[in-house]
């Protein structure tokens, strides 16, 4: 999360609380204000008081174009970025992963990289969304034997975002 929004949000809290009752309707409108108020550092004043200061417009970032590894849990990427999953696999335990993917979510390649004799070895799915929106992904790790049994889940919520005009 933002740190300027948490120390906004934060300070917009200290400055609703105070001893005297104030009004629910007060205390929304404050806190709104502080919202959208720009945040400063308290011991530098902004940067219209410097006299000789020219403020340059900060560069726009563009999405990297590399390779993402998704974690389990919220992700936030660019569509057209190769995205990747990668997770232990032993398929001496009996055992594998199963993937569930939304339709729009293309997957380019699935590989097994066996490390050495009955050890674990490392399962990737390389991934692309071309689609703006959001996706969730699963990946159950199942017996083989009883592939309704799920040893374990692993979830991963993709927010795919366009890429921005200035970056085409």
């Known amino acids: ?9 934060t300070l917009a809290l200290l400055m609703t609380q105070t001893n005297y009752p104030v009004s629910n309707q007060k205390k929304e409108v404050n806190l709104e204000e502080a919202m959208r108020s720009p945040v400063h550092h ?37 569509s057209h970025q190769v995205l990747k999953i990668a997770l232990p696999d032993n398929p001496y335990s009996g055992n594998t992963w199963e993937s569930y ?26 991934l692309s969304i071309d689609k703006p929106g959001r996706y969730t992904l699963v990946v159950d790790y199942v017996k083989k034997s009883r592939p309704n049994e799920v040893l374990r889940r692993r979830r991963y919520i993709i927010d795919v975002l366009p890429v921005p005009p200035y970056c085409k």
């Not at 999360?1 to 949000?9: G, V």
């Not at 011991?43 to 993402?68: A, E, L, R, S, W």
């Not at 993917?101 to 699935?110: A, T």
């Open 42 to 78: 308290p011991m530098f004043p902004p940067p219209h008081h410097y006299p000789h200061h020219n403020h340059q417009p900060q560069q726009k970032d563009c999405p990297n174009k590399n390779t993402v590894f998704l974690q389990e849990g919220f992700n936030e990427v660019y």
């Open 1 to 9: 999360m933002d740190k300027d929004l948490i120390l906004t949000a």
């Open 101 to 126: 993917f939304p339709p729009g979510v293309d997957v380019v390649k699935e590989t097994f990289k066996p490390a050495k004799k009955n050890q674990e070895g490392t399962r990737k799915w390389t």
